[in-house]
């Protein structure tokens, strides 16, 4: 008989400052050491159900609760948030911003400080559960010295303190690159075997969870559980494609080619897929129909040469670096954490200078032109929308740059409206920022780079944290501004993101280039993709199964998503 | 963005480093208290004596401190002008006598009671500035929350005190980014542009970062409430390193100095002044 861990009977909650339920009428079980990926939209209430069971639900963010939810036989809202965190470890999304320690031992330790553990016990503690993480020799480091995917481990030891049951993660690939993300993947795995506990996953990624096995998958949509059912099962719908979430690319790619996909064909990981010969030579004959490559302009409108970059003059973040980009093309720059990446970006807006080497535009040497001379050129729309947004309302913070430009006010209204239309913001207008979501926001940070009218506007990480569907809405709207000309060069660690729209890469190493070309030979490359700590796609293999040149068959799979998103509009 | 450090703590592991911290707090107070029970040269000329012979122990670098001294030595300066200014003869009503040195009119008159009493008053300072200023370069600042704590101090203040110094590091990065960001949008908060715009322009920049920071704050709050914090009534510290030895006799050493001021103070001088005139 199978122990029921987590309970929801008939429950809904609405917040306080809303007027809809968020989460609506869930009867939802979870057994003990099961693994449980919940997927949605934003704003599908998945991150709302998350906090139900970590108690931000109702004790800090208020509400209406009707109907049950239980854990381990107990009502969570006759508990309080410090019990709850007894039962529950929750892992949250920005493994940054949860570091509350001012270094590693110190962070895990966190809880135990809370429960009064005396000083010997906590160390020893602290020193098995760091070392159950692979953190166990860097407990004296500081925030600013550990990497991403480690600050992850130390989070995930923060909770693993309290000998949890149930482990809660949210969306804990958002800000990972795709090496890393395997990587906890894998460590979320293990620990759940090593430990016995109960696994609860909140994200989006659903190819990058599925890596390991999962037992079951819960669809959230609109506040409502649409589906819950086996990795195997839910593949072989279409349930998760009409409710905005992305399916592994294996899976759409057969799909494409027509493939029905049964649940005994095991599609929930490209290793136990299985494909017959008639759907291989199906999926053959498709991709070989597929092959062209878009041509574009060869004029060379961005041009570094030779870059070198250093903060401390001790270690070289740029170390050599020349590139081209075209007019009108979709450039990225890809690489892992701390490559480079970035503060390639900062170089060509003047935001730092560069130690040696020059950036031409048009041509030209621009050493000597302003940040703002440069802003009118090279537009940069920065990760965090909040970073930028500094006006109450939309179209002032679009107008914000002409105005300091002085450009006259007629011209500007209508530079502003034009601008409003093409990101699809003009019936907003006059609306308050704050009323907007995370994705709007966004829009409108690139409308008011945009309506400067820059030759390049460089985005970093244009898709951070958004789910399917606002990633696509995002990128098509860059993919329309591009087909009218606009050059785009884009900073991402997103692999399908790259794969599907852009035209060329760069990808850096430790401060160099690593690899320049087509975006479909990269993630077919193990040395690359090792290098720069990225993953290779599932396409590659699919590709090996049916006996295609791997680079050949990721062009035609991203050709055939082109074509298909143009049909759609 | 070069990296600023803000708490200059680096653990030198030298004698002062390897106290606990809550033995150096209670050290600099005690010894903050001795300097505040007198006013007598010679005492505070020792007490001097042993903060920068225990700067010397800790390898304290002055040489990076430079313009913090310089600000220092500006403010005691101004500090003893304005004091002559405004009571001329306060040096004179202390030691009920008058050396004068030079006679400015009849109120602006300096004498070597003055000078010798401003002279006690900036030695007072040099007595404590350097211990003061090695409690923050000898402390971790998770250690010097967790002694707060340890001398009574509200754990949740010093949770704040601790998290201020862990967080000031992204903030100021923030700040950087949108600077930057705003500059390229055509707003000069440089030293070109004219004061008044460039006060108008940095509120500008406010508004994004408190935005930003508010996020922060929203998202430190929950995790840390999901790890427990708040529910009890004290915690305990990681970071605490618990008294030894050398703890009880570098207190020990403070109170034994401490006393002997008193001493000096209340038994031999019998006055808060040493007066070398008579």
């Not at chain 1, 019990?83 to 809880?111: C, M, P, R």
């Not at chain 1, 349930?239 to 899976?251: A, M, N, Q, S, T």
């Not at chain 1, 690359?528 to 006996?547: C, H, P, V």
């Not at chain 2, 040195?101 to 009493?117: A, M």
Request: aromatic share 10%.
């Amino acid at each position: 008989m199978e122990e029921t861990i987590i309970e929801f009977k008939d429950f809904s909650f609405k917040y306080n400052a809303q007027k809809k339920p968020t989460l609506n009428n869930i009867n939802l079980k979870i057994n003990k050491g099961e693994k449980v990926l919940i997927v949605g939209l934003s704003g599908s209430g998945k991150s709302t159900l998350g906090n139900c069971l970590n108690g931000l639900i109702p004790f800090k963010y208020e509400g209406d609760i009707t109907g049950s939810c239980k854990i381990k036989g107990t009502e969570t809202r006759e508990l309080s948030i410090a019990e709850l965190s007894k039962s529950v470890g929750t892992v949250l999304q920005d493994s940054d911003g949860q570091f509350v320690g001012l270094n590693v031992g110190e962070d895990i330790a966190f809880a135990l400080e809370n429960d009064n553990v005396k000083l010997d016990v906590m160390k020893k503690q602290v020193k098995e559960i760091a070392t159950l993480v692979d953190m166990g020799d860097f407990l004296e480091q500081s925030p600013l010295e550990i990497s991403g995917g480690q600050k992850q481990r130390v989070a995930l030891a923060g909770v693993l303190v309290d000998d949890v049951d149930i482990l809660l993660f949210d969306e804990p690939l958002a800000n990972l690159d795709p090496a890393t993300g395997k990587t906890a993947i894998a460590l979320i795995d293990e620990l759940q075997k090593k430990t016995n506990s109960t696994v609860i996953i909140i994200e989006h990624r659903l190819e990058d969870v599925l890596y390991r096995h999962v037992d079951r998958i819960v669809l959230i949509s609109d506040g409502e559980i649409i589906l819950e059912d086996t990795p195997d099962n839910v593949l072989s719908s279409d349930v998760l494609i009409k409710h905005g979430i992305r399916e592994p690319l294996y899976v759409s790619a057969a799909k494409f080619a027509g493939v029905k996909i049964t649940p005994d064909m095991k599609p929930s990981s490209i290793d136990t897929f299985k494909l017959s010969k008639d759907d291989k030579d199906q999926i053959l004959t498709w991709a070989k129909s597929h092959m062209e490559i878009r041509k574009k302009d060869e004029t060379t409108l961005l041009e570094g040469k030779d870059l070198v970059f250093s903060y401390d003059e001790k270690k070289k973040v740029i170390n050599g670096i020349s590139f081209e980009v075209k007019k009108g093309e979709m450039f990225a720059i890809i690489g892992k954490n701390g490559a480079g990446k970035s503060t390639l970006s900062k170089l060509l807006v003047g935001f730092e200078r560069e130690d040696a080497g020059t950036i031409f535009l048009n041509g030209r040497d621009i050493k000597d032109d302003t940040i703002y001379e440069r802003g009118k050129e090279i537009g940069i729309v920065l990760q965090n929308p909040n970073q930028m947004i500094c006006n109450t309302f939309i179209f002032d913070e679009v107008a914000y740059g002409l105005k300091n430009a002085g450009v006259k006010d007629e011209e500007i209204k209508q530079r502003v409206e034009e601008t409003l239309k093409i990101c699809g913001l003009y019936e907003m207008r006059n609306w308050p920022i704050s009323a907007l979501s995370y994705g709007q926001k966004k829009r409108v940070t690139i409308a008011s780079i945009l309506v400067m009218r820059p030759k390049i506007i460089i985005l970093d990480e244009p898709t951070a944290g958004q789910d399917y569907r606002h990633y696509t809405e995002i990128m098509e709207f860059l993919e329309k501004l591009n087909e009218e000309g606009q050059t785009i060069i884009m900073i991402t660690h997103d692999m399908h993101l790259m794969l599907e729209y852009c035209d060329r890469c760069i990808t850096i190493v430790d401060g160099r280039i690593y690899f320049e070309g087509l975006p479909s030979s990269v993630l077919v490359n193990k040395e690359i993709t090792d290098k720069a700590n990225l993953k290779m796609t599932s396409l590659y293999d699919l590709a090996n199964m049916i006996g295609m040149e791997p680079n050949d068959f990721t062009q035609s799979y991203i050709n055939a998503e082109r074509s298909l998103r143009h049909a759609r509009d | 963005m070069r990296e600023i450090k803000v708490f200059s703590y680096v653990d030198k592991g030298t004698i002062i480093h390897k106290l606990s911290g809550v033995s150096k707090v209670l050290c600099f107070l005690i010894l903050t208290f001795a300097s505040m029970f007198t006013y007598d040269l010679r005492v505070l000329l020792v007490l001097t004596m042993i903060s920068l012979i225990i700067s010397y122990l800790a390898k304290f670098p002055f040489g990076r401190y430079k313009a913090f001294l310089l600000y220092f030595a500006i403010f005691a300066l101004v500090n003893s002008i304005l004091n002559f200014l405004l009571a001329p003869t306060y040096g004179v009503e202390i030691f009920g006598s008058a050396h004068v040195i030079y006679r400015f009119n009849d109120f602006y008159v300096l004498t070597q009671e003055e000078l010798y009493y401003q002279l006690c008053k900036i030695i007072k300072f040099l007595s404590i500035i350097p211990i003061g200023m090695l409690l923050f370069y000898s402390i971790h600042p998770s250690e010097l929350a967790s002694s707060l704590n340890g001398i009574k101090v509200p754990y949740k203040a010093c949770t704040v005190f601790a998290l201020a110094l862990r967080y000031f590091p992204d903030i100021q990065k923030d700040y950087n980014n949108i600077n930057l960001a705003q500059q390229a949008r055509g707003i000069d908060s440089s030293k070109k542009a004219s004061l008044s715009k460039r006060i108008k322009n940095t509120s500008k920049i406010l508004i994004p970062l408190v935005f930003s920071t508010l996020d922060r704050v929203e998202l430190i709050s929950n995790a840390m409430e999901l790890r427990g914090y708040g529910k009890a009534k004290s915690r305990t510290w990681y970071s605490y390193r618990p008294l030894q030895k050398r703890d009880y006799l570098a207190i020990l050493f403070c109170t034994l100095v401490f006393m002997a001021v008193l001493f000096m103070r209340f038994a031999v001088v019998k006055n808060l002044f040493w007066n070398p005139f008579i």
